[in-house]
């Protein structure tokens, strides 16, 4: 499976449109597709490049909470948005309204709380906007064969209540009954 992530960075490399971004010099490509089997417990781990996976665990546990609290990361140690939840990156965003280490509408917002008007990091949005995670699980159990099982961060209306837009935005999940398995297609900008 990393040959797949090796092959992408070289068709990067040499098929690329390049252009100056928020981020500096980019290389892109459009379009490009990997596909990875979870089968027998067995995730796809890249040795080519060091990877934090304690760290992406934690980061994958915020979203779930609908977290957008940052200092919650960082009392775990986990420091990957830090940049832009500083003061000086909000106040540079337009979000200057929102303290330090808040990081918005975003990822964990947008699963839990879809649609409520977020406010800040301190908010309780306990049954406020639509819980895509629950209602997603709950698709899965009760209604297996819906084309609908997505989960998307894309909130257009809260783009600008964003720290950081997504990179993962929309997740669509497909229930094969006959061979008993669960398959997740995520799309990523």
Not at 46 to 74: R, S, V
Not at 83 to 92: A, E, M, T, V
Request: hydrophobic content about 35%; some cysteine; overall charge neutral.
């Amino acid at each position: 499976e990393e040959n797949q992530y090796l092959n992408l960075i070289e068709d990067i490399l040499n098929e690329n449109t390049e252009f100056i971004g928020r981020n500096g010099k980019t290389l892109s490509i459009f379009g490009s597709c990997m596909h990875f089997s979870l089968e027998n417990n067995k995730i796809p781990l890249l040795t080519t490049k060091k990877l934090a996976i304690k760290t992406c665990l934690k980061e994958l546990l915020w979203f779930i909470k609908g977290d957008t609290n940052n200092k919650n990361l960082q009392d775990k140690k986990v420091h990957i948005w830090d940049g832009n939840s500083s003061k000086d990156f909000l106040n540079k965003i337009g979000l200057g309204h929102l303290e330090e280490n808040d990081c918005g509408a975003c990822y964990g917002f947008q699963w839990r709380h879809f649609g409520a008007e977020y406010k800040d990091r301190f908010t309780d949005y306990t049954d406020k906007g639509v819980d895509q995670l629950k209602w997603l699980i709950n698709e899965i159990k009760q209604n297996p064969n819906s084309r609908r099982l997505i989960l998307s961060a894309w909130n257009v209306s809260d783009l600008d209540k964003m720290a950081l837009p997504p990179c993962h935005i929309l997740s669509q999940f497909y229930v094969d009954q006959q061979l008993n398995t669960l398959s997740c297609q995520l799309y990523q900008r």
